[in-house]
């Protein structure tokens, strides 16, 4: 079945004990892949997700020791949401508090009811409470019950100057449609144009005029992901983009767990296309995903070099 929406989101963030701690224990996000950044492997790349590490569930980070904190800017992604059972909107908050989590006030936005949130490195998140989430099976760390459990990618927003050229790529290659306008927010959804049905529905741009140049750093998304069923729709999209819109990609690269092609949209984000297959049990069971640290082939003879690199995490 051909299935749109965004399939993962990849940050860079500070030390990776850190990022673990949070996204693992105070979270409850699955670490469904403990592996090296294949073009920097003296660096780690996790991946967080739900227990099978679906499309639309996966968060990743390159954990950096000393890395500067960045800056948000035109071009970038603003916002990164998770889903969340109506019902758990009050567990969150209490656990915010408790684990002194950054947060701010609840929002109203397009109807839905939005906790805004800070990560350790500064990066903003936020849970979006989806009415009729319960019935989605959540995944629990131990600690989290799994009714309260996140339910993967509400939507990401992006900050742009001009939302336009972004929204055709958006609408004629990726599979979104329009979903609605508040002030200066364009909401763009899959699937009938809810976009809730699936996790990653959901693109919100936002319009800003000026605002100072933006610095990647420790916080910043380095990139989006959206789905392609396999390597024929990928291609079916890289072909709309360079015909359609006279952008062109990279060329294939074989993440293991998916293969990807890059692109810088038009309004500056750097987006990917990456397949839904073969996904994360591709290396090891599902059982036991994210245990031990997973190398690609052509990295797996300098297994002890990289080892000896990577920070401890134990
Ligand atoms: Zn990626």
């Known amino acids: 079945?051909?299935?749109?929406?965004?399939?993962?989101?990849?940050?860079?963030?500070?030390?990776?004990?850190?990022?673990?701690?949070?996204?693992?224990?105070?979270?409850?996000?699955?670490?469904?892949?403990?592996?090296?950044?294949?073009?920097?492997?003296?660096?780690?790349?996790?991946?967080?997700?739900?227990?099978?590490?679906?499309?639309?569930?996966?968060?990743?980070?390159?954990?950096?020791?000393?890395?500067?904190?960045?800056?948000?800017?035109?071009?970038?992604t603003q916002e990164t949401r998770f889903r969340i059972p109506e019902g758990a909107l009050g567990y969150w908050m209490h656990r915010f508090v408790e684990r002194g989590v950054r947060h701010e006030a609840l929002e109203r936005r397009f109807g839905e009811t939005v906790l805004p949130f800070r990560d350790p490195d500064g990066m903003r998140l936020a849970l979006v409470a989806v009415p009729g989430l319960e019935a989605t099976p959540g995944w629990s760390n131990g600690d989290i019950p799994a009714e309260h459990a996140l339910r993967g990618f509400h939507s990401v927003g992006l900050l742009l100057r001009d939302a336009t050229p972004t929204a055709a790529v958006l609408t004629d290659v990726l599979g979104f449609a329009e979903a609605g306008r508040e002030e200066s927010v364009l909401r763009y959804a899959v699937d009938g144009a809810s976009g809730l049905a699936v996790p990653g529905g959901i693109v919100d741009l936002r319009v800003a005029g000026e605002f100072l140049p933006s610095r990647m750093g420790g916080g910043s998304v380095h990139h989006v992901a959206f789905r392609a069923a396999d390597d024929a729709v990928q291609a079916e999209m890289v072909r709309r983009l360079s015909e359609n819109h006279g952008l062109r990609v990279t060329e294939q690269k074989d993440r293991n767990y998916f293969r990807s092609v890059y692109f810088r949209e038009p309004g500056g984000v750097l987006f990917e296309i990456a397949t839904d297959e073969p996904g994360f049990a591709a290396d090891e069971p599902v059982s036991s995903l994210g245990g031990t640290l997973k190398l690609p082939r052509f990295l797996e003879g300098r297994r002890g070099e990289i080892e000896a690199v990577l920070p401890a995490i134990a």
């Not at 660096?43 to 020791?65: A, K, R, S, V």
């Open 1 to 76: 079945m051909r299935q749109n929406g965004i399939h993962h989101v990849t940050a860079i963030a500070g030390p990776a004990r850190r990022n673990l701690d949070f996204y693992g224990r105070v979270l409850g996000l699955r670490l469904v892949k403990k592996t090296v950044n294949f073009d920097d492997p003296g660096t780690y790349h996790f991946y967080y997700g739900d227990e099978t590490g679906q499309p639309g569930t996966i968060l990743t980070f390159f954990p950096w020791e000393h890395v500067a904190a960045g800056r948000l800017g035109i071009g970038e």
